[in-house]
């Protein structure tokens, strides 16, 4: 299994200030086929479903603001919020989809400062 | 637009059983793997299964293999989940979700319904 391990637990930013979570995975999830981390984010607010920011490690879905970014490859990510607006606060998790059993970190909660 | 709505939840005995369902609009059903995912009270998200889009292909979290199975039917754009000697650990909102691909490997998860809660106690 490929263990997902986020950083830190818990995040505290002033709005209009950089956010940054951490994903390191045990094994390599990049798929040297396509040369693509099979990786991505979802932030969940509460009382609703996750919700998909960013596949492929770093390609951000339509309609999420580019204030969001993803980078990394192999086995450490970052998931960047350049400048954390009030509807940013929410948990988020990485979740690798290289290989069964799909898993998914433990989540980084991020909240106003 | 993608709706995927879950149903079935509810109180379970332990031991017992309850079937989840997923009933899944806006794309071709058959065309894509579906999985569930499931989010205990308060903690984090954990992978349960998932299912080819064809039907054929099915794979299962250790915590549940042997006690749930999933399956579909294209005909009715439905997405199941049975679940067997149900244990205090399953209780979690299962939420139905969508692989953007028609197998589940490679593939991230994208939608999510909403969920349905499962409580197992007795």
């Known amino acids: 299994d490929i263990g997902m391990t986020q950083s830190p637990d818990s995040l505290a930013v002033s709005l209009g200030e950089r956010a940054t979570i951490n994903c390191k995975s045990s094994q390599s999830v990049l798929y040297r086929s396509t040369q693509r981390n099979c990786l991505a984010w979802y932030q969940q607010k509460p009382g609703q479903p996750p919700k998909l920011l960013i596949s492929?490690?770093?390609t951000r879905e339509n309609g999420v603001p580019d204030r969001f970014s993803g980078s990394g490859s192999g086995t450490d990510f970052t998931l960047t919020i350049s400048s954390l607006q009030a509807e940013d606060v929410a948990v988020y998790y990485c979740h690798q989809y290289f290989s069964a059993p799909l898993t998914f970190g433990g989540g980084t909660k991020v909240e106003i400062k | 637009e993608v709706v995927l709505v879950e149903s079935g939840g509810g109180l379970g005995k332990p031991g017992g059983s309850l079937r989840l369902s997923c009933a899944a609009s806006?794309?071709?059903?058959?065309?894509?793997?579906m999985g569930w995912v499931r989010q205990a009270p308060g903690k984090g998200l954990e992978w349960v299964s998932s299912?080819?889009?064809?039907?054929?292909?099915?794979y299962y979290a250790e915590s549940v293999r042997g006690r749930f199975v999933i399956s579909r039917d294209n005909s009715k754009n439905t997405l199941f989940l049975e679940m067997n000697s149900l244990r205090a650990g399953d209780t979690a909102v299962y939420y139905c979700?969508?692989?953007?691909?028609?197998?589940?490997?490679?593939?991230?998860?994208?939608?999510w319904g909403q969920g349905t809660l499962v409580t197992v106690s007795s």
């Open positions: 492929w490690a770093s």
């Open positions: 299912v080819s889009g064809s039907g054929g292909s099915t």
């Open positions: 806006g794309f071709t059903f058959g065309s894509y793997a």
């Open positions: 979700a969508k692989h953007y691909g028609d197998d589940w490997r490679l593939n991230w998860l994208d939608p």
